[in-house]
């Protein structure tokens, strides 16, 4: 409790808005905490190949939704729009089409 008293108000104020907008405890930071290590497992295997590697960023291994501010539907949009792109473009690879259209 002396430090509380002989702490700088500023220094005070400081902790305080970093403890209530932050949230050192919340789930949030806890999941960013754990898909952070999810992350450096999966890299360190050695057995990712290097155009999966974006694959596996925080958002990604974010299982509970709590690190991005979308929303389920809004991220399954993004996913399914991503994969049809993918789906096209290894057809157009299949088909000996360039990705400029030319073959």
Same mark, same amino acid.
């Given at each position: 409790?002396?430090?509380?008293?002989?702490? %700088?108000?500023?220094?005070? !104020? !400081?902790?305080?808005? !970093?403890?209530?907008? &932050?949230? %050192?405890?919340?789930?949030? &930071?806890?999941? +960013?905490?754990?898909?952070?290590?999810?992350?450096?497992?999966?890299? @360190?295997?050695?057995?990712?190949?290097?155009?999966?590697? #974006?694959?596996?960023?925080?958002?990604?291994?974010? @299982?509970?939704?709590? +690190? @991005?501010?979308?929303?389920?539907?809004?991220?399954?949009?993004?996913?399914?729009?991503? +994969?049809?792109? #993918?789906?096209?473009?290894?057809?157009?690879?299949?088909?000996? &089409?360039?990705?400029?259209?030319?073959?």
């Amino acid at each position: 409790m002396d430090e509380l008293c002989t702490m %700088p108000i500023l220094l005070f !104020y !400081y902790l305080l808005i !970093y403890n209530e907008t &932050v949230n %050192p405890d919340s789930a949030r &930071v806890e999941q +960013i905490r754990h898909t952070e290590l999810l992350q450096a497992i999966w890299l @360190s295997t050695g057995n990712i190949r290097k155009e999966d590697i #974006q694959k596996f960023n925080i958002h990604e291994l974010d @299982s509970l939704n709590l +690190i @991005s501010d979308k929303t389920l539907a809004e991220k399954h949009a993004e996913r399914e729009k991503r +994969i049809a792109e #993918q789906n096209k473009n290894n057809m157009l690879t299949w088909m000996g &089409v360039k990705s400029n259209g030319t073959e």
